[in-house]
């Protein structure tokens, strides 16, 4: 019964490769997240979708592509991997997009590019 | 832009110590407060929240007060235990910004000792 669940936990791939990280939030909630994590525990937000429509979008590299098949999933694909995508990529849901609406976040995926 | 910084660790406590993380930040606007914890291996769990100046979030005997004069939202625990061992994240949201987004501190890791 995981509230949000993200697979896979670890993924380990080359330069170059195209991967992709699966997240499912069973809450109910309508709207989702990607944050990344780096090596120093620094957390910085990627995307947010509402709805299935993208409200925030920060300076990323276009080879990183949200996907929001429905609101209760938002998958992360990442293209023509590099070194400094390594990370920890963490997939977390709101019930509301307003500001004081705690977030919930799934386990993680620590991605290791080699 | 937004900020937010709270104190490097490793802070390492004896069991039943008295805890306190500080944490100040940056907003442009009138921003909701959180602390969120991070368990080994695990997503981050929110703590306790405020979203108003003098409000104070409690919970789990954490407790953190909204000083808006200070731009302040430290973390206490008057008593830690082993199991209190983690990385406490500060974050604020701000009400005007699109969407719901978290700016976080560094993170402090916390180690309490038997």
């Known amino acids: 019964d995981t509230a949000v669940s993200q697979t896979p936990k670890y993924l380990v791939t080359q330069m170059g490769n195209d991967k992709s990280i699966k997240c499912e939030q069973n809450?109910?909630?309508?709207?989702m997240y990607w944050y990344k994590q780096d090596s120093k525990k620094f957390l910085k937000i990627m995307f947010s979708y509402n709805n299935k429509e993208l409200i925030i979008n920060e300076t990323v590299p276009n080879r990183f592509s949200p996907k929001s098949p429905d609101k209760a999933h938002l998958n992360l694909h990442i293209n023509s991997l590099e070194l400094g995508d390594s990370a920890v990529y963490f997939c977390?849901?709101?019930?509301?997009?307003?500001?004081?609406?705690?977030?919930?976040f799934g386990n993680g995926t620590r991605l290791t590019v080699t | 832009g937004n900020s937010v910084t709270q104190m490097e660790g490793p802070v390492t406590l004896s069991e039943e110590a008295f805890l306190t993380i500080n944490c100040t930040y940056t907003a442009t606007g009138y921003p909701s407060l959180f602390w969120y914890v991070q368990y080994p291996g695990e997503g981050l769990q929110l703590l306790l929240k405020?979203?108003?100046?003098?409000d104070k979030g409690s919970n789990k005997g954490f407790e953190a007060t909204y000083r808006k004069e200070t731009t302040s939202f430290h973390l206490e625990k008057g008593s830690v235990q082993v199991s209190d061992s983690a990385v406490y994240f500060c974050?604020?949201?701000?009400?005007?910004?699109?969407?719901?987004?978290?700016?976080f501190g560094g993170g402090t890791r916390v180690l309490v000792k038997p």
């Open positions: 405020a979203t108003k100046a003098d």
């Open positions: 977390a849901s709101s019930q509301e997009r307003l500001s004081n609406s705690p977030l919930h």
């Open positions: 809450l109910g909630h309508d709207t």
């Open positions: 974050a604020l949201s701000d009400r005007a910004a699109a969407g719901n987004k978290l700016t």
